[in-house]
């Protein structure tokens, strides 16, 4: 994918005593892009990142507390290879009141290809079920899903619903550093495959 324009959006918590916490709003947030990405499959790719804002609460979680604050993001960076795309996809969200009441969308800008400073490839980790799950064993004969479900403590993920089912679901995210952009396409939620690889720009 050539991402040449991206697209922040700056998922804000509720000031209120409700139960609207950040990761919350975040997946109700991402629930409503991932459904304008699939109405123009393979033109739009999902980084995440935190915000300065962001970035020093978890700086002073840690300090305080002695430990590795769980992995968090408040920013849902959107890239597309034209920016008409991001504007269209800018339409098509911007009417929704959680986009309204809880986000700060962005424009379309082009990436500053001079500041580039690496590339990371976005893919969905997965998590076999236990149905699945055979003799796939490490050397200390730990199951493939246990060691699974360990690693996905550190990455970041999103809670959703199936629009087709109902039924809810967990999409983690594997951050992979990469050399270069790669030619793969994303997926309907905005991620690269195994089969289908490609990284985006870091700046």
Not at 12 to 39: C, M, P, W
Not at 60 to 83: S, V, W, Y
Not at 94 to 119: F, N
Not at 167 to 185: R, S, V, W
Request: with cysteine; charged share 30%; proline share 4%.
């Amino acid at each position: 994918m050539d991402a040449h324009f991206y697209l922040d959006v700056r998922v804000l918590e509720s000031s209120d005593d409700t139960d609207l916490k950040l990761g919350h709003i975040r997946n109700q947030i991402y629930t409503v892009i991932h459904g304008a990405f699939r109405k123009l499959p393979a033109h739009y790719a999902l980084a995440v990142e935190m915000s300065d804002k962001l970035k020093a609460k978890q700086e002073q979680f840690e300090k305080k507390h002695g430990r590795t604050a769980k992995p968090n993001f408040d920013i849902l960076r959107i890239f597309a290879e034209q920016q008409d795309d991001l504007e269209q996809l800018i339409e098509a969200i911007k009417g929704h009141w959680k986009i309204r009441d809880y986000t700060v969308l962005g424009t379309a800008i082009a990436v500053p290809t001079a500041k580039i400073s690496g590339w990371k490839s976005y893919r969905r980790f997965r998590i076999p079920t236990q149905k699945a799950e055979r003799t796939q064993l490490s050397h200390q004969n730990e199951p493939l899903r246990d060691r699974r479900l360990q690693a996905a403590k550190d990455k970041p993920f999103f809670q959703v619903i199936s629009q087709s089912t109902g039924q809810g679901f967990t999409i983690i995210i594997d951050i992979q550093d990469c050399e270069n952009a790669g030619h793969g396409l994303p997926d309907s939620y905005g991620l690269a495959r195994k089969e289908s690889p490609f990284a985006l720009p870091v700046f």
